[in-house]
């Protein structure tokens, strides 16, 4: 599998640090306000990319943070007359919806800064120690000189970084040795939340809070970093040089980024005031629409935002979907014969699908051309399982398109045909339990079935089920 590496900018092949797992850090949002669909880009395509990690068989870390701590936030707070954690929950709370509706998976580990607060500390004092950061009046600034790397991910050209920085003259910041230094801890103003330090009462930068949370819950190297591609820099290459230097040993092996979800072929900001929120379209779309529309550009190229292209990913949803129910369909109600060859055939070619699309996904998380295998195999079953199909065939090519539809993360069918499935696999069990006499496990079934809200009615013409 390659990835494009923002580090190298070529297509590398990944091999994780130890064989079968990955560890992954995506930087989360900031939370003041409900999630925008340019928040939403980063969530979908890096759970994407994780799923297809799952599916190839590894075993995944996956940290994603919320920045609970910042002037945004402390400005809501202000503006409702409320505590800046009241907005940090609350907005965490909804973005966690959305996520839910966007059948964005939860990571492994979803930590807050403000409950990392000592982690912080005990890095910026080691960052002190080694000679990599110093204190001025209660500020804790990292010295960027002290580390020879600096720049080397967003491939910039520091001196004319330091005269541009050198210009604006960032006032209060005239204490700083370096324009390009920046704050690791700074003292608290006048009603600001704050922490105990040996610096000062204040609080954390936000570059440190994702060196830390990284370094706790994936250890000092990790595998993979990823963000929106506005993180590069300085975001992310302070990150690299607060935990290289602390740590004493590269950071992340792999760097990806998503390039950004625009509007009118602007970058959708809520400082531009030119954004959707999640919520906003699920007012009109169903979420996976949303999904559907996200991975049909390559995360690396910039995706506009148009109500045709919504349009045309709703019309796609909706083949996939239809091609899904039907097969579903045959499932329930179709023959019970034995395949004919030229029905295995069609089963072996429909299994195919599988490795066409993991080639595309292995080219760098490519979900465009990988959505494009999904739709090739949508129009094969429509054409080579007819009506009146055998179960059997009907299954086995309905198992390979949710089995990639998954990957990706698109829910096909509905809840209710989901729950079906469940009931009826256990359905069939409590059969074969019955038949083998292990009636113990069959009453289990029963039971565990009735605790679902649905009863079983044994009829002549087999078992029946209805929901009570
Ligand atoms: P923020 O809350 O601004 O820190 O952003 C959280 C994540 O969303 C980061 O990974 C950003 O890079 C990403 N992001 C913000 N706006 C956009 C956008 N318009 N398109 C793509 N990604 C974005
Ligand atoms: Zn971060």
Not at 155 to 183: A, Q, T
Request: aromatic letters at 8%; one cysteine or more; proline letters at 4%.
């Amino acid at each position: 599998m390659k990835i494009f590496n923002s580090l190298t900018m070529t297509k590398q092949e990944f091999v994780p640090i130890e064989p079968g797992k990955v560890s992954m850090y995506v930087c989360g949002p900031t939370v003041y306000n409900l999630i925008h669909i340019g928040n939403a880009r980063p969530m979908i395509v890096f759970d994407t990319f994780r799923r297809y990690l799952e599916h190839k068989g590894y075993e995944v870390n996956y940290v994603s943070n919320f920045t609970d701590v910042d002037d945004k936030i402390i400005k809501a707070a202000i503006e409702e007359g409320v505590s800046p954690e009241e907005i940090a929950q609350r907005y965490i709370a909804e973005c966690k919806k959305d996520m839910e509706a966007m059948n964005v998976k939860p990571a492994t580990t979803h930590p807050q800064a403000t409950l990392e607060i000592d982690g912080m500390i005990a890095m910026i004092q080691e960052l002190i120690e080694k000679g990599h950061a110093y204190e001025k009046n209660g500020t804790v600034y990292f010295s960027t000189r002290s580390f020879r790397d600096y720049g080397e991910l967003s491939h910039k050209n520091l001196d004319d970084l330091r005269s541009g920085f050198r210009d604006l003259k960032v006032s209060g910041e005239e204490e700083k040795e370096d324009p390009l230094d920046f704050v690791l801890w700074k003292p608290k103003k006048e009603g600001e939340p704050f922490w105990p330090s040996p610096w000062s009462d204040g609080r954390p930068g936000w570059h440190i809070e994702c060196s830390v949370m990284a370094k706790r819950y994936l250890g000092d190297t990790i595998d993979i970093h990823a963000g929106g591609e506005d993180l590069i820099f300085p975001h992310h290459e302070n990150e690299i040089a607060q935990s290289t230097c602390a740590n004493g040993v590269p950071f992340a092996r792999y760097w990806m980024h998503n390039a950004f979800l625009n509007i009118d072929n602007r970058k959708m900001s809520k400082s531009l005031g030119n954004f959707f929120t999640v919520r906003d379209i699920s007012q009109k779309y169903d979420l996976q629409v949303l999904r559907l529309f996200m991975l049909s550009a390559h995360y690396r190229s910039p995706l506009n935002f148009s109500a045709e292209l919504m349009e045309s990913a709703k019309a796609s949803l909706e083949r996939i979907r239809n091609a899904a129910a039907r097969l579903r369909d045959l499932v329930e109600n179709g023959t019970d014969a034995v395949l004919a060859e030229s029905e295995k055939a069609v089963l072996r070619e429909a299994n195919g699908f599988t490795a066409k699309f993991d080639e595309r996904m292995d080219d760098d998380n490519n979900t465009a051309d990988a959505l494009s295998v999904v739709f090739d195999l949508v129009r094969f079953a429509n054409t080579n399982v007819p009506d009146g199909a055998p179960k059997e065939l009907a299954k086995g090519v309905l198992d390979v398109l949710l089995t990639l539809t998954d990957v990706l993360g698109l829910i096909v069918l509905t809840e209710k045909e989901n729950l079906d499935e469940e009931i009826e696999a256990l359905i069939e069990a409590r059969q074969a339990a019955r038949k083998a006499k292990d009636f113990a496990t069959a009453d289990r079934i029963r039971d565990e079935l009735k605790a679902k809200g649905i009863e079983l009615l044994d009829t002549r013409e087999g078992v029946k089920w209805k929901r009570i």
